[in-house]
């Protein structure tokens, strides 16, 4: 069974910097698309950044060019490095596939607020 936990959410303040991590155990990893998405209270789920297989990245408009993503097939492990983060930012955070509709069953998430 596919299993995926996140970490390294928190509260920090606007400006700040944080690094998410994903472990993803029970899957082959390498050859599969990854991404972080996120789901704000009253908000739908959505997909800020992805990861390919061969490392090619992309970003939603809203988080470009201040969201890193990034992954490490040796470890199974996917990142997220977040600076610059805004109020707009705040929400849950998770880890799944990405570019396919066959995704994982969620993991519990990681919660990100920013606030001062």
């Known amino acids: 069974q596919v299993q995926l936990v996140e970490s390294g959410g928190g509260l920090v303040q606007p400006g700040g910097s944080l690094r998410l991590s994903c472990a993803v155990s029970?899957?082959?990893?390498?050859?599969?698309?990854m991404g972080w998405y996120r789901q704000a209270p009253g908000k739908q789920r959505e997909l800020v950044a992805w990861?390919?297989?061969?490392?090619?990245?992309n970003y939603a408009a809203s988080v470009k060019d201040r969201f890193t993503i990034s992954r490490d097939n040796s470890k199974k492990m996917v990142y997220l490095q977040m600076n610059s983060l805004k109020p707009e930012d705040t929400a849950v955070y998770y880890c799944?596939?990405?570019?396919?509709?066959?995704?994982?069953?969620w993991g519990q998430g990681t919660q990100v607020t920013v606030s001062s």
């Open positions: 799944n596939r990405a570019l396919t509709a066959s995704l994982y069953l």
């Open positions: 029970g899957s082959p990893f390498s050859i599969y698309a």
């Open positions: 990861i390919t297989s061969n490392r090619s990245t």
